[in-house]
């Protein structure tokens, strides 16, 4: 087994969709960055990478180059997912937090949930999701950005010699 952790934070800003965990969220703002900015999913990826030892999404995938720009992160994901197949592995879980003090993201967590169980060819179940916010307090709070946090189990592939 291999455990991964993962954190990504992105500036909201005006102008842009408010994509999080592969779903568009209507919100008066959404996030800055070079890809569509998903800060769930680069927390996952980076958990999955760091589990494989394999540094992190702006080595696989750097802002310098322009193919990534405004990318889906769900297709980067699906990229992660072959790595994890290379190397031997499936998903033993994910377990992540978004940190946003706004929209309420609960409405949207289960299906951010099966986007992310069907982009990783994993059942459901593997992922869980949760969202809180700071009380108001700091960058968060203050409604400047969102963060998520990620972890991650891998486990050896097991192959069936009989």
């Not at 999404?57 to 197949?85: A, C, E, R, W």
């Not at 929209?103 to 299906?111: N, Q, S, V, W």
């Not at 700091?138 to 991650?152: D, K, L, N």
């Amino acid at each position: 087994m291999r455990v991964g952790f993962g954190y990504d934070v992105h500036q909201l800003v005006e102008d842009r969709k408010l994509i999080i965990g592969g779903i568009e969220i209507p919100f008066e703002k959404g996030l800055l960055g070079h890809s569509d900015a998903d800060v769930l999913i680069h927390a996952i990826m980076d958990s999955i990478l760091g589990a494989l030892a394999l540094g992190d999404i702006g080595k696989h995938f750097p802002d310098t180059d322009m193919k990534y720009k405004d990318i889906s992160s769900i297709y980067l994901l699906s990229q992660v997912f072959k790595l994890i197949n290379e190397e031997g592995y499936d998903i033993g879980n994910i377990d992540a937090t978004i940190v946003a003090q706004r929209p309420k993201l609960a409405p949207y967590i289960e299906d951010m949930r099966a986007r992310i169980a069907d982009t990783l060819h994993t059942p459901i179940d593997n992922i869980n999701i949760k969202a809180t916010t700071t009380e108001w307090l700091g960058f968060v709070g203050r409604e400047e950005g969102i963060s998520s946090y990620s972890v991650c189990l891998l486990q050896k592939k097991i192959i069936d010699m009989r």
